[in-house]
């Protein structure tokens, strides 16, 4: 079973935790946020231990993925750190608001052969899909 790490328990880091519920797959084994009351609230919810401090977590917890949903202009530094730490990264969109993170991040990404996905998912909705074949 893939152990998951969440940084950034706000509305997309639930929304994530939700949707692995019941996977068979994978399991919420940590969850991360700077407000300790987020962290707490969600971990009690999947049964995950709770951290403020994403190094923290990766050096205690045997994680095989993170998803960071931290809000958009604080994507840089999780993500630098998860790919030092050579953890999968599914990203929230936007990879980055300011290019110099930009920057940093794909450097990391590339110095440490991460593999990453970005979670971006309008374009499974039914009025994308319409929009996009009516476009073509």
């Known amino acids: 079973m893939l152990k998951l790490g969440i940084i950034g328990c706000g ?10 519920k019941d996977s ?28 403020t401090n994403v190094q923290e977590m990766l050096d205690h917890e045997p994680l095989d993925a993170v998803i960071i949903a931290t809000p958009d202009g604080l994507h840089a530094e999780p993500f630098i750190t998860c790919c030092k730490a050579k953890k ?6 936007p990879f980055a608001t300011d290019p110099e993170d930009g920057r940093r991040m794909l450097e990391a990404m590339h110095e440490n052969g991460n593999l990453v996905q970005m979670a971006h998912l309008f374009h499974f909705l039914p009025f994308y899909i319409n929009m996009k074949n009516a476009a073509s």
Not at 88 to 93: D, T
């Open 88 to 93: 999968a990264i599914m990203l929230e969109k």
């Open 11 to 20: 509305t997309m880091g639930k929304a994530h935790a939700a949707s692995t």
């Open 24 to 51: 068979p797959y994978m399991k919420v084994s940590a969850v991360c946020d700077v407000f300790p009351e987020a962290a707490e609230a969600l971990a009690a919810s999947v049964g995950a231990a709770a951290y």
